[in-house]
């Protein structure tokens, strides 16, 4: 038996895109593809070999190359697509379906042609209608067509949380569901702190504003950066994903599946918790939600169709 290094390709090499690359190789989880359109040929590459330059230095032993030719990707293990616009102050996710669902559907074709038995992660906006396009351009079970959304917006709302506490970020457990967008779900009854119920930690009103600001957390760092959105949780995202699967961990975390009358819902991309490992989705979890907590996801879902119908034709 000959045992092979992995590769992971990441389609786009914008902000998200080489941030993902970088952590990838830093972390040694395969060999790293950088790809992005002919016309970025040139600082696609240069960023490839600025990575890889750097690894003498810190040690890890990941090649990673810059190109814009599908033939290098050709036999990746996971594809992940941030190809796409992003948003600027004023403007939603939503806004992005047009452009962006053409993008990720001409990428689609070339991973159905060059990366068959690939698992493929979405990232680009709104990510869980681009999810959905994704799945119906390459054909490929569900269980190899994961969104990202519920690993970044429940690191902001953890993220928030340990800082209310003034508690480490490790010790904070909680989980977001449903759409990427401003009506998510964070689950306050399932958050915990080392243990112990957030509810019995912070007051309600103070739950409430950490709630709000996690699921406006894009935009605020939307309107702080002013020319782009956020890159760096995404990638660690990103990459969280990635090593789940790669290394067949088994973690349990949120992420945008397809769902086939889970919570209600039938075809539909939405953000929920599943087990992850090296099949990609293995399976999802229906948690019991109370008629409040159904009622917002509701809510959220309904959002997701509604932008969701702009692709599905
Ligand atoms: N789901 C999530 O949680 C998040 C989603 N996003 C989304 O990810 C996407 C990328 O964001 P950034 O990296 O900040 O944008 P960016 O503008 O820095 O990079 C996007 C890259 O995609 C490339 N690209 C465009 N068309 C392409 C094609 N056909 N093939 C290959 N590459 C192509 C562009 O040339 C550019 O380099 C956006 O849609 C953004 O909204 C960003 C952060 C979080
Ligand atoms: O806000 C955006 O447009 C990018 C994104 O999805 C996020 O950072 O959550």
Redesign the pocket.
């Known amino acids: 038996m000959t045992i092979k290094r992995r590769k992971i390709t990441v389609?786009?090499?914008?902000?998200?895109?080489?941030?993902t690359a970088l952590m990838l190789a830093q972390k040694e989880l395969g060999d790293v593809v950088l790809?992005?359109?002919p016309?970025?040929e040139n600082?696609?590459k240069g960023k490839a070999l600025d990575m890889f330059e750097a690894s003498p230095v810190q040690g890890f032993d990941s090649k990673i190359i810059g190109t814009?030719n599908y033939e290098e990707a050709a036999g990746s293990d996971i594809v992940i697509?941030?190809?796409?616009?992003?948003?600027k102050p004023g403007m939603s996710?939503d806004d992005?379906v047009n452009t962006?669902a053409?993008?990720?559907k001409?990428?689609c074709e070339?991973i159905v042609r060059y990366c068959p038995d690939s698992i493929v992660i979405?990232?680009?906006?709104?990510?869980d209608a681009?999810t959905y396009a994704a799945f119906q351009s390459l054909g490929f079970p569900k269980n190899r067509v994961i969104?990202?959304?519920g690993?970044?917006?429940t690191a902001r709302y953890c993220a928030f949380i340990a800082e209310e506490l003034n508690v480490s970020v490790e010790d904070v457990r909680g989980f977001v569901l449903g759409g990427?967008g401003d009506d998510m779900v964070p689950l306050v009854r399932y958050s915990s702190v080392g243990g112990i119920p957030i509810e019995t930690l912070i007051p309600a009103e103070r739950i409430e504003s950490i709630v709000q600001r996690t699921r406006v957390g894009?935009g605020e760092i939307v309107n702080l950066l002013g020319n782009?959105?956020?890159?760096y949780?995404?990638?660690a995202?990103l990459v969280q994903m990635t090593e789940a699967i790669l290394k067949d961990k088994k973690r349990i975390i949120p992420v945008?599946a397809y769902l086939e009358g889970e919570y209600g819902y039938d075809d539909l991309f939405l953000g929920v918790p599943a087990l992850l490992g090296g099949d990609g989705i293995e399976k999802i979890f229906e948690l019991e939600l109370t008629a409040e907590e159904k009622a917002a996801l509701d809510k959220s879902a309904e959002s997701v169709r509604h932008v969701t119908k702009v692709v599905n034709v």
Not at 81 to 87: D, E, K, Q, S, V
Not at 122 to 127: A, E, G, K, Q
């Open positions: 389609v786009g090499a914008g902000f998200t895109g080489a941030t790809l992005d359109i016309q970025l600082p696609t814009s697509i941030t190809a796409g616009i992003a948003r996710r992005l962006n053409g993008i990720v001409s990428v070339n979405i990232l680009s906006n709104p990510v681009m969104g990202q959304s690993v970044l917006d990427h894009g782009g959105s956020a890159y949780a995404p990638a995202s945008i």
